[in-house]
């Protein structure tokens, strides 16, 4: 193993975040575009607001290192979340696992600024890992309201596929 700094450590620790956070631009598209619940897509929109500016606050933190977002983790991540899209325009019962796929994506990012913030502290880095609090918090309050949906969005995932409302009304009551 090769002897390298902690700051060039850091500079990848970075890259790593600006790349879940491009994934997650292209795959908050796809839930957006597949998501029926107003409500729902409506924070979906407003949490691609706030991934949008998570990328432009770690290309700015690359910046300050001298260095560009990385094409390569990128690109990457990108293609991942087309093939994802792909897949979810063939699924039918979009609702619970868009849901669910929103849930594990925003967990990858809070760990990801997890991560970040800790090797940040350790390098000395205060106004990178302040970003990566910053943005956890952020993704920490989507998956609130993400669990908030977690009812809505089982009964709309059965109705869209097809089971019978008195089925569902019946389940329901007896839960």
Do not use: C
């Not at 990858?108 to 997890?114: F, G, K, N, Q």
């Not at 993704?139 to 089971?163: C, H, N, R, T, Y």
């Amino acid at each position: 193993m090769t002897d390298t700094d902690i700051k060039t450590q850091l500079v990848k620790y970075i890259e790593d975040a600006h790349a879940v956070e491009q994934h997650m631009l292209r795959a908050l598209d796809g839930l957006i575009s597949t998501t029926d619940d107003p409500e729902m897509r409506g924070h979906l929109q407003h949490h691609k607001e706030e991934t949008a500016r998570h990328r432009q606050l770690l290309a700015e933190r690359l910046e300050a290192y001298g260095t560009t977002p990385s094409t390569v983790k990128d690109a990457g991540q990108i293609f991942a979340a087309l093939s994802k899209g792909i897949i979810d325009m063939a699924r039918t019962d979009n609702a619970g696992k868009n849901l669910r796929d929103g849930y594990v994506a925003e967990h990858l990012e809070i760990a990801s600024y997890e991560l970040l913030e800790r090797v940040a502290s350790l390098a000395g880095d205060h106004e990178t890992a302040d970003i990566a609090r910053r943005n956890r918090a952020d993704e920490e309050a989507m998956v609130e309201k993400i669990s908030a949906a977690w009812d809505k969005s089982v009964i709309e995932s059965l109705e869209q596929e097809g089971v019978a409302p008195s089925e569902i009304a019946a389940a329901v009551g007896t839960a």
